[in-house]
């Protein structure tokens, strides 16, 4: 059975959504074995190979808010795997034994999502497709 092509198949805002939703889907089942989720496992893999990054340069580095860097830091913070040190108006985010102990089990989760979605899409097109997502989304937050 095929499945019927969307009305909104032209819409950018729809495609990109329903892509999103299927690849956060696949992440997830992959970066399970890590005991994180995926952005979880993004921001450990970040500090672990920037300690001390300040705050806002993740935030920068992951295309996320502020407020949002902080939420994630904060629940790494809880569960053991990140420490924040503030220095005077900034907030440095410093790995802790338990994050660097599992930055090659996330590395391996990331390769996974990796070999899976390529193993459908093709090794080029995944490229290509990630190129020019990644280009939209810089130029879509230009200000």
Same mark, same amino acid.
């Given at each position: 059975?095929?499945?019927? +092509?969307?009305?909104?198949? +032209?819409?950018?805002?729809?495609?990109?959504?329903?892509?999103?939703?299927?690849?956060?889907?696949?992440?997830?089942?992959?970066?399970?074995?890590?005991?994180?989720?995926?952005?979880? !496992?993004?921001?450990?893999?970040?500090?672990?190979?920037?300690?001390?990054?300040?705050?806002?340069?993740?935030?920068?580095?992951?295309?996320?808010?502020?407020?949002?860097?902080?939420?994630?830091?904060?629940? *790494?913070?809880?569960?053991?795997?990140?420490?924040?040190?503030?220095?005077?108006?900034?907030?440095?985010?410093?790995?802790?034994?338990?994050?660097?102990?599992?930055? %090659?089990?996330?590395?391996? !989760?990331?390769?996974?999502?990796? +070999?899976?979605?390529?193993?459908?899409?093709? %090794?080029?097109?995944?490229?290509?497709?990630?190129?020019?997502?990644?280009?939209? !989304? *810089?130029?879509?937050? +230009?200000?």
């Amino acid at each position: 059975m095929t499945k019927k +092509q969307s009305p909104y198949c +032209q819409c950018l805002y729809y495609s990109a959504n329903a892509l999103a939703r299927i690849l956060t889907k696949i992440a997830e089942e992959e970066f399970g074995v890590t005991g994180l989720s995926p952005s979880h !496992a993004f921001v450990v893999m970040s500090v672990n190979k920037n300690p001390g990054m300040h705050a806002g340069e993740l935030a920068e580095m992951m295309m996320l808010t502020p407020s949002t860097v902080t939420r994630l830091v904060e629940k *790494l913070e809880q569960s053991g795997f990140l420490k924040r040190v503030v220095e005077g108006r900034s907030t440095l985010v410093f790995p802790t034994k338990s994050s660097v102990d599992l930055d %090659e089990i996330i590395r391996r !989760a990331w390769l996974s999502l990796y +070999q899976r979605y390529i193993s459908i899409l093709g %090794e080029e097109d995944s490229a290509d497709l990630t190129t020019k997502v990644y280009n939209a !989304a *810089l130029l879509l937050d +230009q200000k």
